[in-house]
T-cell receptor
Framework: ETGVTQTPRHLVMGMTNKKSLKCEQHLGHNAMYWYKQSAKKPLELMFVYNFKEQTENNSVPSRFSPECPNSSHLFLHLHTLQPEDSALYLC??????????????FGSGTQLSVL | GQNIDQPTEMTATEGAIVQINCTYQTSGFNGLFWYQQHAGEAPTFLSYNVLDGLEEKGRFSSFLSRSKGYSYLLLKELQMKDSASYLCAVVDSNYQLIWGAGTKLIIKP
C-alpha cells in the first residue's frame, strides 16, 4: 500500500467513449502527477499539479484533460482516444516538486485498452 | 538529447547475486533513483544516489559514478519475490526526472 489509490484498475473503451480515471492520495502531499507507461518504453510525464495548480503539460494531446479539485484528488478525463493511447496510466504524488531528492509515491495504475 | 540506458531483461538464479546497470547522458545531474515495479503494481522507491559511491540497504545496494555517467543496482541472496522490473531515473539540471525503459528481472529456482 503506497498511499496512492487509482480507479479503475482496468478500462476498455471505444474511440468514441468518454471516461475518467481517478487518483487519490492519503499522504498529505502537495504535488500530483500523471504518467503514461507503455511496454518497454520509459515513463512519460503527462501533467504535474502543485498545490492544485497545473505546472506542467508535456505536449499532451487535448483528448486527455486533467482536473485537480484539491491537493488529494486528481482526475484524467478521456475522450475520442486512439488505439495508440492504450497503456498503463500511473498517478504519483510527492511532498513538493522540483526538489532533486523528492521521491515519488505511485498508484498501481489503470490499464487502459482503446478499441 | 537525454538518454538513459539499461538492459531490457536479465535472468538470475535464486540465491545468487545480480547487477543491473544504468548509464546516462543528461543535461546536468541532480541525483539518480532506482524504483522496483512488480507486474501490475505500483513502482516503489528503492534508492537515491547523488554522491559517488556505494549505498547499502539490506540485500540491495546502489552505486554511482558521476564521472562515468553510470550506476548499478546490486541485489544479493536473490529471492523469487525479487522478480520485477527495475527502473532507473536521473534528475537533470532542471530537476526533471529522465526515466530509463526499465530492466525486467526474472528469477529462476
Amino acid at each position: 500500500e503506497t498511499g496512492v489509490t487509482q480507479t479503475p484498475r482496468h478500462l476498455v473503451m471505444g474511440m468514441t467513449n468518454k471516461k475518467s480515471l481517478k487518483c487519490e492520495q492519503h499522504l498529505g502531499h502537495n504535488a500530483m502527477y500523471w504518467y503514461k507507461q507503455s511496454a518497454k518504453k520509459p515513463l512519460e510525464l503527462m501533467f504535474v499539479y502543485n498545490f492544485k495548480e497545473q505546472t506542467e503539460n508535456n505536449s499532451v494531446p487535448s483528448r486527455f484533460s486533467p482536473e485537480c479539485p484539491n491537493s488529494s484528488h486528481l482526475f484524467l478525463h478521456l475522450h475520442t482516444l486512439q488505439p495508440e493511447d492504450s497503456a498503463l496510466y500511473l498517478c504519483a504524488s510527492s511532498q513538493d516538486p522540483g526538489q532533486g531528492s523528492e521521491k515519488l509515491f505511485f498508484g498501481s495504475g489503470t490499464q487502459l485498452s482503446v478499441l | 538529447g537525454q538518454n538513459i540506458d539499461q538492459p531490457t531483461e536479465m535472468t538470475a538464479t535464486e540465491g545468487a547475486i545480480v547487477q543491473i546497470n544504468c548509464t546516462y547522458q543528461t543535461s546536468g545531474f541532480n541525483g539518480l533513483f532506482w524504483y522496483q515495479q512488480h507486474a501490475g503494481e505500483a513502482p516503489t522507491f528503492l534508492s537515491y544516489n547523488v554522491l559517488d559511491g556505494l549505498e547499502e540497504k539490506g540485500r540491495f545496494s546502489s552505486f554511482l559514478s558521476r564521472s562515468k555517467g553510470y550506476s548499478y543496482l546490486l541485489l544479493k541472496e536473490l529471492q523469487m519475490k525479487d522478480s520485477a522490473s527495475y527502473l532507473c531515473a536521473v534528475v537533470d539540471s532542471n530537476y526533471q526526472l529522465i526515466w530509463g525503459a526499465g530492466t525486467k528481472l526474472i528469477i529462476k529456482p
